[in-house]
């Protein structure tokens, strides 16, 4: 393929963050190394709270990396031109979070130097287990699909590639999905419903960093993106925002209909403190809400209001995951049921947790990892969208 | 004798010298470590049977015993490992209140065995589930797969171990049943450190054994007896 970028990205601009993102990253490593010598009592994370910040920051890229590959499959499971011209770039970001997903949840374990085991040892009813193969399936099955797409040899091989993308993304979000729903004991976490939240918030959560990322590197180069693929992309981002609302809705409302459910579901929507806070103000108001209106409101919806949309989208994703991995542990388990229970080991007690510096800097570091796999992919290969020509009766 | 018989003769007595040398460390080691030559016993289960009418509130005997036998601080920090701990419990309904131990409840079909990535998890044969401290990865899923929020994870590095209760640093830890006690025909240190002897160990497989002889005639429970895991801690008078 003859090919010269129209897109030098040569801004100074694009050095500075590929300096600070480095300068991110190198903070991670740090914390990792600080964590793995003094242990992970310098985490907020304890015993009863036993997953923390690096998992928030885990799942919301490994969910997105999902998610983006819908762009990937609009194009070409469905054949629809302007996502196909995306597909590409939707394949090296979803590897870009996957890989920095897989970084920060490899580099929280208790031995990381263990990583050997996890791979040589399998035990087959481990769901966790499971996703290392599909983790590792999804970075062959989507590099297999960019060689179809960027090799002109392999064109004809396109169409499987995208289908066999489209159908491990949706095993891997269920597989994320059943990490908790096979957790019986715990009141936030037991129910079948999740895999498939968990797969619509994938399509709101990829989506918004895809438009995030293309309209950066449009701005970049100065230029806009076309009005009618402007409109479609940030109204399908919009439906996504509504269809994951719909089952986080449906998740609290069938606990709130068991009895057994519902203290739990008044400590994470009413008086947990902090846990219905960034439920209302940051998933629901900053998360769904304001995107919502930036989208579809009439007097916006152009490329900076989808831009905020999906800004919006992204902070309440972290506040939603934050609400539920670590809202969800803080609420205590329910040992004997009918009993109020006490004991030196936070029996019958709102479980505290605050995240420390550490943790934060391990998960900013993986958003860092995945920043630079995708800045760098698109520096030195042809991954950036360009559009089909349109045909005349569009003009 | 031949010059050749007796390089043989000096050679062979090398090889046995140097293959004595070789193995004895291994024979002397597994001695020190209390070695069995034979696995553990499907045939057995091990189990507890505790009464909660003999356990008293504010008595702290099994946790302190635990604490000392399998060289934990005794911290009752968050991020301090506690292999038992007692629970106070009160009845809603009727404000009935009593006190009990809660530890590993070795279940016949443990939460932590299924979800671990590794197979680190383990239930011996003889229904004593344990962590390999070798192959745990610190993933800490078994944590939040146990109902009974019976596993600790060491978060700090350890000094002044119990060669007998090896432990580790990034990895999850829980009751092993004081299972090198167990090996060596002896009572968990809970057990034997009751004294209200409301702890009761044994063989729940053995049809005469005192557990199950007990296990027949009295009333007990099992802990979230809904999930179907058929623990082998079972509690009386719950």
New interface residues.
Partial sequence: MSYTSPYELKSPLYYLLIALALLVLCGGLLAVHEMESQGHIITGMNNQVVWGMPHVFAIFLIVAASGVLNVSSIGSVFNKPDYKARSPLAGLLSIAMLGGGLMVLMLDLGRPDRIIVAATNYNPTSVFAWNIVLYSGMFATVFVYLWTMMERRMYPWSKAAGLAVFVWRFVLTTGTGLIFAFLVARQAYASAILPPMFIILSFAWGFAVFYLAQSAIYAWNGKTLEAHVQKRMSRLMGVFVIGALYLVATYHLTNLYFARQTAFEHFILLDGGVYPQLFWLGYIVIGNLLPLLLIFHPSLGKTKSVVGASLAIILGAFALLYVFIIGGQAFPLDIFPGFETSSAFGDGVIASYRPSVFEVLLGLGSLAAAFLITAIGIRVLNFVPREVPQKVEHH | MSEIDTQRRNFLKTSVGAAAVAIAPGIMLFDIAHGKPEGASSKVRWGMLIDTAQCKTGCNECVTACNKENGLSGG???????WI?????????NGRELSLP?MCQHCEHP?C????????SMKRADGIVLVDKH???????C???????A???????LHDQNPDVPR?????ESCTLCVHRVDEGRQPACVESCPNKAILFGDLNDANSEIAVKVRAVASVQ??AD?HLNPGVRYQG?
Avoid: W
């Fill in positions: 009752t920090a968050a991020t301090d490992s506690q701990r007692k629970i106070e419990i009160k009845d809603i309904s809660m939460p065995v299924d979800v671990c990535p590794t197979n680190a192959r745990c990865i610190g993933c800490r899923y944590m939040m797969a146990c109902p009974y929020k596993r600790s994870f060491v978060h700090e590095p580790g640093k990034g990895t999850v802990i979230r999930l719950i």
